[in-house]
T-cell receptor
Framework: AQRVTQPEKLLSVFKGAPVELKCNYSYSGSPELFWYVQYSRQRLQLLLRHISRESIKGFTADLNKGETSFHLKKPFAQEEDSAMYYCALGGNTPLVFGKGTRLSVIA | GAGVSQSPSNKVTEKGKDVELRCDPISGHTALYWYRQSLGQGLEFLIYFQGNSAPDKSGLPSDRFSAERTGGSVSTLTIQRTQQEDSAVYLC?????????????FGPGTRLTVL
């Protein structure tokens, strides 16, 4: 069965500090991994997807099949990064989402 | 262009009443999804429509929940005999083709409160 685990419900970091939001998945096939973000009073939106190998708003995520992880990282957190982050697993529509991590960046 | 829209934005109802939630997907998107977002539970998949195929209803929590998609566009999620545990934000998303690599675009959600 597909499963996504985000172990941290809340992560607080100081502005300028590195941030890593953890995501582990369980899937027997070839996974497609995504990070979605929901800023305050805004709708849920795609942040990045592993197949694109892109950096969005300074965030990157590397798929590690050996560790079945897709952690989201940013070297220097900004206050505007404060939001709810969801890791999602594809490979068999529809997406399976984790329970989310709320990132709070403290000035 | 316009994104996914949902109505109403908020719905308060009494236990036992039926409710209908509406979703207007992005024009041209063939795939439509419904999710439920509860506090501390993340996003829970409910139902998925893809083109003219039979919908994937595997996420519907009980037979009180149903959904339809008319003309391959607008979708309505119906909850019959609502219970307090149905209180949540109901999100609709659409994507161009469907499939795991397809980006889903989300609506603003309908916040349902069952008293």
């Amino acid at each position: 069965a597909q499963r996504v685990t985000q172990p941290e419900k809340l992560l607080s970091v100081f502005k300028g500090a590195p941030v890593e939001l953890k995501c582990n998945y369980s899937y027997s096939g070839s996974p497609e991994l995504f990070w979605y973000v929901q800023y305050s009073r805004q709708r849920l939106q795609l942040l990045l997807r592993h197949i694109s190998r892109e950096s969005i708003k300074g965030f990157t995520a590397d798929l590690n099949k050996g560790e079945t992880s897709f952690h989201l990282k940013k070297p220097f957190a900004q206050e505007e990064d404060s939001a709810m982050y969801y890791c999602a697993l594809g490979g068999n529509t529809p997406l399976v989402f984790g329970k989310g991590t709320r990132l709070s960046v403290i000035a | 262009g316009a994104g996914v829209s949902q109505s109403p934005s908020n719905k308060v109802t009494e236990k036992g009443k039926d409710v209908e939630l509406r979703c207007d997907p992005i024009s041209g998107h063939t795939a439509l999804y419904w999710y439920r977002q509860s506090l501390g539970q993340g996003l829970e998949f409910l139902i998925y429509f893809q083109g003219n195929s039979a919908p994937d209803k595997s996420g519907l929590p009980s037979d009180r929940f149903s959904a339809e998609r008319t003309g391959g566009s607008v979708s309505t999620l119906t909850i019959q005999r609502t219970q307090q545990e149905d209180s949540a934000v109901y999100l609709c998303a659409s994507s161009l083709v469907g499939g795991e690599a397809d980006t889903q675009y989300f609506g603003p959600g309908t916040r349902l409160t069952v008293l």
